[in-house]
């Protein structure tokens, strides 16, 4: 009798942590795909970010107003601001933020107007320094002069 008492306790136990566990876990490491109806309208080929687990790929932005696909005037220096604020709105939009951006790959059309575009990149991060790399690229969408793709913890 208590064997078999041991055995029931054990099955239910065992149920409720397999039902705990796929109700706030099991669902952590399948790809998720965002793109915001404001962004749908655009009829763009790609989602705005994708999140594995913890981990979120944001895809390249580039200097436009949100919901265009006009870029800023200013140049570089205002592109790659509106850049990170794109990128920024959609960090925040699906549960993350720019303090926990852990690296950045930044497309520059012309690499002579690097100091520029770091300028304003440091204006927006501040203290936090993510992984980063540069790499000059002979075009971009649009006719853009920078485009920045990331990788973000999400809590």
């Known amino acids: 009798m208590k064997m078999t008492l041991v055995i029931v306790l054990a099955l239910i136990v065992g ?8 109700t706030h876990y ?25 999140r594995i ?4 790929y944001v895809s390249g932005q580039i200097g436009v ?4 696909l006009a870029l800023v005037p200013g140049g570089i220096k205002a592109e790659t601001r509106q850049t990170l604020m794109n990128i920024r709105d959609t ?4 549960g993350s933020s720019m303090d926990q951006v852990a690296r950045c790959t930044v497309f520059i059309r012309d690499m002579d107007e690097w100091p520029l575009m770091n300028e304003a990149y440091v204006e927006v991060f501040g203290t ?13 969408a649009l006719g853009g002069s920078v ?3 990331c990788i973000a913890y999400v809590e």
């Not at 149920?15 to 796929?22: C, D, E, H, T």
């Not at 107003?65 to 265009?68: D, E």
């Open 15 to 22: 149920a409720f942590a397999m039902n705990y566990w796929q």
């Open 26 to 50: 099991a669902d952590d490491n399948k790809l998720q795909v965002f793109k915001s109806a404001q962004n749908a309208d655009l009829g763009l080929p790609f989602s705005e970010a994708t």
């Open 53 to 56: 687990g913890n981990t979120m």
């Open 65 to 68: 107003k949100p919901g265009s």
């Open 91 to 94: 960090l925040e939009r699906y």
């Open 128 to 140: 936090h320094k993510p992984a980063r790399a540069a790499v000059g690229a002979s075009g971009l």
């Open 147 to 149: 485009e920045i793709e």
